[in-house]
C-alpha cells in the first residue's frame, strides 16, 4: 500500500510517494523544473494561476507514476500542503475569477493596519491572535473595493490548498488552520470570524465547509483521476500550509515542541497549548494541524526575511573563484568564535515583522582590512543570521515558549555545523536534523484519515536521525558574541 503526498509552493510542485508498511519514501519528484512564474502587475503585487497549479499537479502526478510502475489502486490517501496565506476566488461553476493574490503580495497592508485599529487591538488579538494584517481576509476585502465586478460572482473563497482539493474531490472545503491563517478564525468562540467579515462587508456565505485537516476531506472524482492518471475514489484526508505541515513532518504536534527551516527567509514553528499573543505582533499564531476547542495547540511562527538569503550573497560576492558551501563552511571553521570581532547584521531583505516591521538593512561591523578576509566573512555571516534566530526566539521564550529541542529538516543553513552550534549554544538546546520533507510528511498523514496509521504518532514513529547538535562544552563565547551583536542591533533601532 501507498499514500500520495503534494506539496505546493509557489516556485514548484513536489510529490512523494510512501510505502505504508515501512515508512520509506518510494519516490519523491518535483515539476516544473523551472520556477512557476509570478505575476507582478504593479510594484507590491504577486499572483499566480490556480489552474497552472492545477496542471503542474497533474505533470507531477504523470512524472512520479512514470518512474514508478505501482498499482494505483493501491495508493490509500492522498494529502496536501500548499503556500500559505493566497487568495483564490470561484464563481458557482467552481470555475477562478481571477489570479490568485498570493502569500507575498502586499496590497492589503493598509487595509488590515486599518481594520487593526477600527475594531480595536486588543479586540483582534484576543480573538485572531494576530493583527488582520496583509492576510487572506484582508486581500479578499481589496477585491471587493477594488474589483467589485468580480467580487460579486464569488462564490466561494480559498485558499492554494483548498482549490487543489476543490478539483480532485468537486466539493468546496476548507480548515480551521487554514482559516485561521486567512485571520478568519475566531480563536475566543472557535468559530468563523463574523466580526472581522462583518467589519469587511463581506457574506460568511464565502466560506467553504470545515472539514478536519486531517480527516475526511472527499474522494477523488472520476474527472480528477483521469486526468491525474490515479484511481477514483482515493480519499482525500490531509490538507495544510507549508508552515504547519513542515512541523507535522517533523512530527512537531505538542507544547514545547519545535521546528525550523533556513532557507532564503527563515522560520521557526513551535506548538503551545493556549492562544499565543505578542502584542507587539513581531510573530503570528495560527491554528496547528491538531487543534481543537477541548484540545488547543497553536503554532506560533516567527520568520526572518533575511536570512539564507544573506549568505547566498556573501556567496556571490565575496566567494570567489566558484567556492562552494562545503567549502566555505570549512573555511569559516578555521576562524576563532565571533570570526575575530567581526560582526554582520544580516537584515537586507525588507522589513522585518520580529523587529516591528523597521527595515535596517544589513550591517557589517568592526571589519579590520588587515585582519579579516574571506574566511571572516564566511564564519561572521553565518553567525549573524543564527544570532537572528536567537533573537526572534527570544521573542518565543517570553511568550512561554521553553524551547528545548527544534527539528529541522536535511536542508539548508541548518547544514552548516557554524550555524546550528552557534543557536543551540546560546539558547542550550538541542538541534536534531531529520530525514524529512513536506511532500513526504503530507501523504504520511494522509495516512492516519485513511486508517492505514492508528495516529499520528505512529505515522511519523520511523523517521530517521541524520544528526544532533548540541550546545558546545563551552557556550560561554557564544553567548558573550550574541550579546555584543544584540547591543548593536538595539542601537540601531533606536
Not at 475566543?188 to 472581522?196: Q, T, W
Not at 566567494?319 to 562552494?324: F, M, P
Request: a negative charge.
Amino acid at each position: 500500500m501507498y499514500l500520495l503526498g503534494y506539496d505546493l509552493g509557489s516556485s514548484s510542485v513536489k510529490a512523494a510517494l510512501v510505502e505504508v508498511d515501512s515508512g520509506k519514501t518510494v519516490a519523491l519528484t518535483q515539476y516544473p523544473e523551472v520556477e512557476m512564474d509570478i505575476i507582478s502587475h504593479e510594484a507590491g503585487w504577486a499572483e499566480q494561476e490556480p489552474l497552472v497549479w492545477w496542471n503542474n499537479i497533474q505533470k507531477v502526478t504523470q512524472k512520479l507514476l512514470a518512474s514508478n510502475a505501482i498499482d494505483t489502486t493501491q495508493i490509500k490517501g492522498i494529502g496536501i500542503s500548499y503556500q500559505m496565506h493566497g487568495l483564490v476566488l470561484v464563481d458557482e461553476d467552481d470555475a477562478p475569477l481571477r489570479p490568485s493574490i498570493i502569500w507575498c503580495d502586499s496590497r492589503a497592508v493598509a487595509i488590515g493596519n486599518q481594520a487593526y485599529q477600527e475594531i480595536g487591538e486588543s479586540k483582534c488579538l484576543e480573538r485572531l491572535l494576530n493583527s488582520p494584517g496583509n492576510f487572506t481576509a484582508s486581500k479578499l476585502k481589496w477585491v471587493k473595493d477594488n474589483e467589485p465586478e468580480i467580487f460579486a460572482k464569488v462564490h466561494k473563497m480559498m485558499l492554494p490548498g483548498d482549490f487543489i482539493a476543490l478539483k480532485m474531490t468537486g466539493q468546496a472545503t476548507t480548515t480551521v488552520s487554514g482559516l485561521s491563517e486567512g485571520m478568519l478564525w475566531d480563536f475566543k468562540e472557535e468559530k468563523i470570524a463574523s466580526f472581522l467579515l462583518d467589519h469587511y462587508g463581506i457574506d460568511a456565505s464565502v466560506i467553504p465547509e470545515i472539514v478536519p485537516s486531517i480527516g475526511d476531506q472527499g474522494q477523488l472524482t472520476e474527472a480528477a483521476a483521469a486526468f491525474l492518471g490515479l484511481t477514483a475514489g482515493i480519499p482525500v484526508g490531509y490538507r495544510a500550509g507549508d508552515q504547519p505541515n513542515n512541523a507535522l513532518s517533523l512530527n512537531v504536534f505538542n507544547p514545547g515542541e519545535v521546528a525550523a527551516t533556513g532557507g532564503t527567509s527563515g522560520v521557526v514553528y513551535g506548538v503551545v497549548d493556549k492562544p499565543a499573543i505578542d502584542p507587539q505582533t513581531r510573530v503570528n499564531s495560527f491554528a496547528h494541524v491538531n487543534h481543537t476547542q477541548d484540545n488547543p495547540r497553536v503554532g506560533v511562527l516567527l520568520c526572518i526575511n533575511g536570512a539564507g538569503i544573506q549568505y547566498s550573497y556573501v556567496k556571490q560576492m565575496i566567494a570567489t573563484n566558484g567556492i562552494s558551501y562545503p567549502q566555505m563552511e570549512e573555511m569559516a571553521s578555521e576562524i576563532a568564535i565571533n570570526s575575530d570581532g567581526l560582526r554582520i547584521i544580516p537584515f537586507g531583505n525588507g522589513a522585518e515583522r520580529v523587529l516591528e516591521n523597521q527595515n535596517p538593512g544589513a550591517h557589517i561591523s568592526n571589519l579590520q582590512f588587515n585582519r579579516h578576509g574571506q574566511a571572516h566573512f564566511f564564519r561572521a555571516a553565518l553567525e549573524g543570521i543564527a544570532y537572528s534566530f536567537i533573537y526572534g526566539m527570544e521573542v518565543m521564550q517570553d511568550m512561554g515558549m521553553d524551547v528545548r529541542v527544534m527539528k529541522v529538516g536535511n536542508d539548508n543553513l541548518f547544514q552548516s555545523e557554524i550555524f546550528s552550534t552557534t543557536i543551540a549554544s546560546v539558547l542550550d538546546c538541542e538541534i536534531q536534523m531529520l530525514e524529512a520533507t513536506g511532500a513526504v510528511g503530507a501523504a504520511k498523514a494522509s495516512g492516519v484519515a485513511a486508517g492505514v496509521y492508528e495516529n499520528v504518532e505512529v505515522a511519523f514513529a520511523k523517521m530517521d536521525t541524520i544528526k544532533t547538535y548540541k550546545a558546545a562544552q563551552d557556550p560561554a563565547p557564544y553567548k558573550a558574541g550574541y550579546k555584543i551583536w544584540k547591543e548593536e542591533l538595539q542601537n540601531l533601532l533606536k
